[in-house]
């Protein structure tokens, strides 16, 4: 049997654990799956019911009866598959090798801790990568290099914005504005210049929402699913009206 | 191609004094940054990169480049670029204080805006066609002068405008023929090189993924490409003179 303070230290614990998850792109039921696997492993049953911005936690011990509850922000976290699976795996480890809180707690810090990607590299991966994306949509070597340096001015401006908290809609609108308006220059070569403007904010799509928006909604999910899904549609709409801004400046229309 | 050296000559032959005013307050305020670097001279230097890039995007790409296609958002970009010196200095993000480093790489840069008449005198041309000090390529070279010789801190969105334009510039040697701007394209590779080694070095104490020797590797890759792309340009454009 817990006493109440035992019981309390592991809801603090899988409170942080499953919001760090749903904060960095993790979809609900695997948050909650992993959640209830840290758990079991404590010897405590847990109920998790995630919204957009916070979750709903409790925590059941089995033999006393005794439940605590706790609602809890999610943050925000930059996406990082990596560290998402290394709690997955986590949480395995904890049942596996039954492991105690104090040792979960420690791994859990030590993997949090590890130094994320440093973000010049992530710059120039994503510019590399947005170019590889006008190459699959059909744009030759100039739009492509084109797309490159776009990419990395939009993607530089997004950086910088992020670092200064500006509103995140803003930051999709000016970033989308500024790739695009650097695209658009290659309406004055000889290349093909519409394939190079379309494809310059696509490092801009939302995907991780969209994609775990869908899954949330396949599994029952539905009111975090559907937050998820309007979340990125905002976030589309805003890339929209970065590349209508360019549009309308550079051709005088929207096709 | 035309219509490109006529707006330039309609630019040159109506501003040449103000950019003769250009060229010696960019002079006087580069010296002083040398000399005799003080908060003033600091803040002065950052006015009149912003004032300069407002001029290149008002009175140059809105008034005399208006017979060329697609002039505005080029005026934008530029105007960005000013924005980005005000926002600078509002922050006070990079210091312009001397920081030592490439100083004689800088000091080539400096002399970049100077050697942009000369070239094109060299290659036959007469004023007012010419490639002037207060023009966009000058403008972006000397840019890249004062931040590789001034700034501890890039500004890292002015360094990727700064790369942006350089391709630019690149592609126009390669489309519409203007062996000028090589000047730019040249000076933009190892610059581009020595920011990120910069920004790589100053992080060298932290724990980054991936590793320090990794990102440099990558850093020369790319410019070894960018280099690539330079020297198959530079290869058609002799091809281009072969055929005239």
């Known amino acids: 049997m817990k006493t109440r303070h035992e019981l309390t230290e592991i809801l603090d614990f899988i409170a942080e654990y499953a919001t760090y998850l749903l904060g960095s792109g993790v979809h609900t039921s695997r948050a909650i799956r992993n959640s209830q696997r840290i758990g079991q492993s404590l010897g405590v049953d847990v109920q998790l019911s995630s919204f957009q911005r916070?979750?709903?936690?409790?925590?059941?011990?089995?033999?006393s009866g005794e439940a605590i509850t706790r609602v809890v922000r999610i943050p925000s976290l930059p996406i990082s598959f990596e560290r998402n699976s290394d709690l997955s795996a986590l949480s395995w480890d904890a049942l596996d090798d039954h492991l105690p809180l104090a040792e979960i707690r420690r791994r859990y810090d030590e993997l949090t801790a590890?130094?994320?990607?440093?973000?010049?590299?992530?710059?120039?991966?994503?510019?590399?990568?947005?170019?590889?994306?006008?190459?699959?949509f059909g744009g030759d070597w100039t739009a492509m290099a084109i797309v490159f340096t776009s990419t990395l001015v939009g993607y530089a401006a997004k950086q910088r914005m992020q670092a200064h908290g500006v509103n995140h809609f803003l930051i999709f609108i000016i970033s989308a504005f500024m790739a695009s308006l650097c695209a658009s220059v290659a309406l004055r070569f000889d290349c093909t210049a519409e394939t190079a403007l379309?494809?310059?904010?696509?490092?801009?799509?939302?995907?991780?929402?969209?994609?775990?928006?869908?899954?949330?909604?396949?599994?029952?999910?539905?009111?975090?699913?559907?937050?998820?899904?309007?979340n990125a549609l905002l976030l589309i709409i805003c890339i929209a009206i970065g590349l209508?801004?360019?549009?309308?400046?550079v051709k005088d229309s929207l096709l | 191609m035309e219509t490109f050296w006529n707006t330039i000559a309609a630019y040159n032959a109506a501003t040449w004094p103000a950019q003769l005013v250009l060229t010696a307050i960019g002079v006087l305020l580069t010296t002083l940054l040398v000399k005799r670097?003080?908060?003033?001279?600091?803040?002065?230097?950052?006015?009149?990169?912003?004032?300069?890039?407002?001029?290149?995007?008002?009175?140059?790409?809105?008034?005399?480049?208006?017979?060329?296609?697609?002039?505005?958002?080029?005026?934008?970009?530029?105007?960005?670029?000013?924005?980005?010196?005000?926002?600078?200095?509002?922050?006070?993000?990079?210091?312009?204080e001397r920081t030592g480093?490439?100083?004689?790489?800088?000091?080539?840069?400096?002399?970049?805006?100077?050697?942009?008449?000369?070239?094109?005198?060299?290659?036959?041309?007469?004023?007012?066609?010419?490639?002037?000090?207060?023009?966009?390529?000058?403008?972006?070279v000397f840019t890249i002068g004062v931040m590789l010789a001034f700034s501890e801190r890039i500004n890292i969105v002015l360094a990727m405008f700064l790369c942006h334009w350089a391709l630019i510039g690149l592609s126009k040697v390669y489309f519409f023929g203007?062996?000028?701007d090589y000047l730019m394209a040249c000076s933009i590779v190892p610059a581009l090189y020595l920011f990120f080694r910069e920004y790589i070095q100053a992080h060298e104490?932290?724990?980054?993924?991936?590793?320090v020797r990794v990102l440099n590797s990558l850093l020369v890759i790319l410019c070894l490409i960018i280099g690539g792309f330079f020297l198959f340009t530079l290869l058609h454009q002799l091809d281009l003179f072969a055929e005239i």
């Open chain 1, 54 to 63: 916070s979750t709903i936690l409790t925590v059941r011990d089995d033999e």
């Open chain 1, 114 to 136: 590890k130094p994320l990607i440093d973000p010049i590299f992530v710059l120039l991966t994503v510019g590399l990568a947005n170019a590889s994306f006008c190459r699959l």
């Open chain 1, 198 to 230: 379309a494809t310059s904010v696509l490092y801009l799509v939302p995907g991780v929402p969209l994609i775990n928006g869908v899954i949330d909604i396949v599994e029952g999910h539905i009111l975090i699913g559907c937050s998820r899904l309007i």
């Open chain 1, 244 to 249: 209508a801004a360019t549009l309308l400046m």
């Open chain 2, 37 to 96: 670097p003080s908060r003033g001279v600091r803040i002065a230097m950052k006015l009149y990169m912003a004032a300069l890039n407002f001029w290149i995007a008002g009175v140059y790409f809105l008034v005399y480049c208006e017979p060329r296609q697609y002039h505005s958002p080029q005026a934008l970009f530029w105007a960005i670029m000013g924005c980005i010196w005000l926002y600078d200095l509002a922050v006070k993000h990079a210091s312009l």
């Open chain 2, 101 to 140: 480093h490439h100083t004689t790489f800088a000091r080539v840069l400096f002399a970049m805006p100077f050697l942009y008449p000369l070239c094109s005198l060299a290659l036959g041309r007469t004023f007012p066609e010419i490639t002037s000090p207060v023009m966009p390529c000058s403008v972006a």
């Open chain 2, 178 to 180: 203007i062996p000028e």
């Open chain 2, 205 to 211: 104490g932290k724990a980054t993924k991936p590793s």
